[in-house]
């Protein structure tokens, strides 16, 4: 199970551009891409609210700012986003090794399957799930044990690979081995410090076997 954002794909300049289309849209003031940087990973929902209160926008414009994000965000999917180096390798190898791939996001499934299609990551994957395929996101371990069960294979044989605590605590909770990736969004903190099996600087470091 990969995670996308952080993990795949490089998809905080996405972030910054439709949240600062957004808030323009709303006449609010921008936020730093820090901000955003420390504040992505758990679903886009507590993006646009953290986002809106970093603004100083009341908390009742989310009903009218969510449904604007998402269109914003769809249409830009991808456009300032890059797939990070050694990916496909590290995707291609476990591939060669016959090893059953999902994605596993806190991103919504839909913008998440035309992120991967648009970066020509799509072929890889039996399944991809996303933030709203599950009555729960991670850190809660219900959508990893749903992911295992769809690629049949046991959570204690089935590697998270993520970069984030988020991810991190998903994966210990749902009894899944854990590798991270040192380059991606840990919400301003040091990967390094979150226990792992491994943690790995490409995806193509990652040797399983
Ligand atoms: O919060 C998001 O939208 C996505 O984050 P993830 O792909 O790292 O789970
Ligand atoms: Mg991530």
């Keep these: 199970m990969l995670d996308l954002d952080g993990t795949l794909v490089h998809t905080l300049g996405d972030f910054v551009?439709?949240?600062?289309?957004?808030?323009?849209?709303?006449?609010?003031?921008?936020?730093?891409?820090?901000?955003i940087e420390r504040t992505v990973g758990r679903g886009g929902e507590h993006l646009v609210r953290s986002t809106l209160a970093e603004a100083g926008g009341p908390a009742e414009l989310?009903?009218?700012?969510?449904?604007?994000?998402?269109?914003?965000?769809?249409?830009l999917n991808g456009a300032h986003a890059t797939v990070y180096p050694g990916v496909v390798e590290g995707l291609e190898a476990l591939r060669f090794r016959g090893v059953p791939l999902a994605v596993l996001t806190n991103k919504p499934a839909a913008p998440a399957a035309e992120l991967l299609r648009r970066k020509g990551l799509d072929g890889f994957f039996t399944h991809v799930f996303g933030g709203d395929s599950f009555e729960r996101k991670k850190p809660d371990p219900l959508p990893l044990l749903k992911t295992c069960e769809a690629l049949g294979t046991p959570p204690s044989a089935t590697w998270m690979v993520g970069d984030s605590r988020n991810d991190a605590e998903a994966a210990h909770a749902a009894g899944c081995p854990l590798v991270l990736v040192t380059y991606g969004y840990n919400h301003g903190e040091d990967i390094r410090a979150v226990p792992a099996w491994r943690h790995v600087t490409r995806l193509d470091d990652i040797t399983f076997f």
Excluded: K, N
Aim: proline share 6%.
């Design 62 to 75: 989310f009903g009218h700012a969510w449904p604007l994000y998402q269109r914003i965000y769809a249409g």
């Design 17 to 35: 551009a439709a949240l600062g289309c957004m808030l323009d849209e709303l006449g609010l003031p921008a936020v730093t891409s820090g901000f």
